[in-house]
């Protein structure tokens, strides 16, 4: 971090600058492929770093408990109406502080504690709180899971709607952290309407491809979408929960004062410039080259014999299916990471390994079409992938380093948005 850059955070704490600044050089040196990351552009940092961080503005636009929200109510109110326009939809709450108090938000606007709620199992590739067991949305309500088809890796839409039909939850979510396919929110909807339930689409993971049209659109299909702002959307962390006029109220009451307290003003500044940002036709571009980056990156990635799970993708991520390599995941993760290649491990559908230690690998386009690079980027980062876990398995450190000075001289040539150009 130079001086220049952020003077006053140098001058007055030179050892937490020095962090940021490692930070910096880390996230310009290395190829980032965690799926759910991004770069965030200089004009949503600088947003999310203004003195609306010193502003406590607890209610809604209009609305409010505490006084002097004259630029405030501008701001959210801002967002709301981009968050409105770019989604198609009835209403927007930009308040959430992230993806898990926006999904609680939804249990506490139509769910009582024991009641039913229906999601994808977590090692399926669903979240956490759609009522997994170890998070509060499955100890405090009744989860049943649903997962993907064994041999396909796709989601078995005859089996969601008979687990729907003989248990009648009130939530459905669809979505989740590591599916690699299309989510058909028309069939969801139909079981849902069925089965007589509330249907929730967590689009954090797309929310930028739905943006930029190159994922099918929930809205008019569900009851709610869910989704933080930080992922493919590159905004800042954050979260939104978007609705139909009849769920407007329940939503917001959820949110506040049900669940959270003052919004960050500055969060919501930035997430108000990156939706500016994502209804661009630029953006849209971006959106699909994500796509088109993620696709040519698993047909490079099968070419050199690695499994993925259901055979590919369709949006702007993949997953390793690494069993046949005889690399556990995570064993294969750190010795990306030593490659200069930052992915996450990650379970694999029906995994016969443990969470903390399981079968795959999770990687993704966002970051690295952010930087810029293309489809015909992508063999050479199969090519870096396969002898990065070619010397995993063999434990032959100085492969790994000579990848990482390939990995880096790539990126010098890339220039990641928002950060210095050193
Ligand atoms: N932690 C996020 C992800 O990486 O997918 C989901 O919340």
């Known amino acids: ?58 209610g809604y636009p209009g609305r409010r408990y505490y006084e002097g929200q004259q630029n405030i109510d501008r701001v959210e109110a801002l967002a709301v109406e981009r968050a409105k326009g770019l989604f198609g939809v009835d209403h927007a709450n930009v308040q959430p502080y992230s993806g898990s108090p926006a999904n609680l938000a939804v249990y506490l606007a139509f769910a009582k504690p024991g009641d039913t709620v229906m999601g ?38 005859d089996a969601v709607r008979d687990l729907a039909l003989a248990e009648r939850p009130k939530l459905i979510f669809c979505g989740g952290t590591a599916l690699p396919r299309t ?96 209804a661009q036709p630029s953006f849209t571009a971006y959106a699909h080259a994500v796509v088109a980056n993620a696709k040519a990156l698993a047909a490079a990635l099968l070419e050199r014999g690695f499994d993925l799970v259901s055979g590919g993708t369709d949006n702007h991520l ?32 029906f995994d016969p390994r443990k969470p903390f230690d399981p079968s795959g690998v999770r990687i993704g386009t966002p970051s690295l079409t952010s930087r810029g690079l293309g489809v015909a980027h992508m063999p050479q980062v ?21 990848v990482r000075a390939e990995v880096a001289d790539l990126m010098a040539a890339f220039p990641a948005p928002g950060l210095p150009l050193s």
Request: glycine share 10%; with cysteine; aromatic share 6%.
């Open 183 to 278: 989510i058909d929110f028309a069939a969801f909807a139909s079981i849902a309407e069925e089965a007589g339930s509330i249907l929730v689409a967590d689009v954090a993971h797309i929310a930028g491809l739905i943006a930029g049209g190159a994922h099918p659109s929930p809205a008019g299909h569900v009851d709610v979408i869910s989704t933080t702002t930080h992922k493919t959307l590159r905004g800042p962390r954050g979260a939104m929960l978007m609705c139909r006029e009849e769920h407007a109220k329940a939503i917001d009451k959820a949110v506040f004062p049900g669940l959270q307290g003052g919004p960050h003003n500055q969060t919501t500044a930035g997430i108000a410039v990156a939706l500016h940002e994502a």
């Open 120 to 157: 994808m199992a977590l090692p399926m590739g669903g979240h956490l709180t759609h009522g997994w067991g170890v998070s509060a949305t499955g100890s405090w309500f009744r989860g049943v899971q649903y997962g993907v088809q064994a041999g396909t890796g796709l989601i078995d839409y």
């Open 318 to 349: 993949i997953l390793i299916d690494l069993t046949g390599k005889d690399v556990p995941g995570k064993v294969a993760a750190k010795a990306l990471d030593r490659a200069g290649i930052v992915v996450n491990y990650n379970t694999v559908p």
């Open 382 to 402: 199969a090519d870096w992938i396969s002898r990065a876990v070619d010397a995993a398995a063999k434990g032959d450190e100085p492969a790994l380093a000579a």
């Open 1 to 58: 971090m130079s001086a220049s850059r952020h003077p006053a955070l140098c001058a007055t704490d030179p050892e937490l600058a020095s962090f940021v600044a490692a930070e910096e050089v880390l996230q310009a040196q290395t190829l980032r492929l965690i799926p759910s990351e991004n770069y965030v552009s200089a004009a949503v940092l600088e947003a999310s770093g203004t003195v609306l961080q010193n502003k406590y503005s607890e």
